[in-house]
T-cell receptor, first 114, second 113 residues
Framework: AQKVTQTQTSISVVEKTTVTMDCVYETRDSSYFLFWYKQTASGEIVFLIRQDSYKKENATVGHYSLNFQKPKSSIGLIITATQIEDSAVYFC???????????FGQGTKLSIKP | DTTVKQNPRYKLARVGKPVNLICSQTMNHDTMYWYQKKPNQAPKLLLF???????READTFEKFQSSRPNNSFCSLYIGSAGLEYSAMYLC????????????FGKGTRLTVV
């Protein structure tokens, strides 16, 4: 069965610094896809970045990057040069290759302080 | 247009009454999902359609119904709302290929009183 776990309930950092959010997952499939989403203050869920399990290179999009450690079943999200508007709840999610389900972790609330 | 549209954005319902939520997408996605989101919890998958095939999660099997009369449209139906159904309901769609993004609507906030 699939499972996604985010152990950090909340994180607070000062603006313009780098933050890392942790996520570990469980799956029996050899091919799968990992995602990070952000929930805005209005409740909207917004896609940020994706990592394919068969790719060794860490994905990077803008000031988001991933730390993919396959042997540890870990997919950390790194946000560099954080801004106040990065304050949100961040969700890690996983989807197996042959299954439509997208399963979420519990979320990490990120607060960026001036 | 990469949007998923949900109506209404806010819904007030009485205990014991039915609730019908509506979702549409114009991306020709073969898969559409419904999630329930409560504060401080992960979005919980309720059910999803792959084409015309409905897949319901085991623990919510009897609580929610859905229909998908065409590729673009999907509804979520609650036959008799209880207080515990108060939540944000998120509709999403995607291609069935696992590496594709899942697009979410802005949600319908349901309050049951």
């Amino acid at each position: 069965a699939q499972k996604v776990t985010q152990t950090q309930t909340s994180i607070s950092v000062v603006e313009k610094t780098t933050v890392t959010m942790d996520c570990v997952y469980e799956t029996r499939d050899s091919s799968y896809f990992l995602f990070w989403y952000k929930q805005t203050a209005s409740g909207e869920i917004v896609f940020l970045i994706r990592q394919d399990s068969y790719k060794k290179e860490n994905a990077t999009v803008g000031h988001y990057s991933l730390n993919f450690q396959k042997p540890k079943s870990s997919i950390g999200l790194i946000i560099t040069a954080t801004q106040i508007e990065d304050s949100a709840v961040y969700f890690c999610a996983m989807r197996n290759y042959n299954q439509g389900k997208l399963i979420f972790g519990q979320g990490t609330k990120l607060s960026i302080k001036p | 247009d990469t949007t998923v549209k949900q109506n209404p954005r806010y819904k007030l319902a009485r205990v014991g009454k039915p609730v019908n939520l509506i979702c549409s997408q114009t991306m020709n996605h073969d898969t559409m999902y419904w999630y329930q989101k409560k504060p401080n919890q992960a979005p919980k998958l309720l059910l999803f359609y792959y084409d015309k095939i409905l897949n319901r999660e085991a623990d919510t099997f009897e609580k929610f119904q859905s229909s998908r009369p065409n590729n673009s449209f999907c509804s979520l139906y609650i036959g008799s709302a209880g207080l515990e159904y108060s939540a944000m309901y998120l509709c999403a769609s995607s291609s069935s290929q696992g590496n594709t993004e899942v697009f979410f609507g802005k949600g319908t906030r349901l309050t049951v009183v």
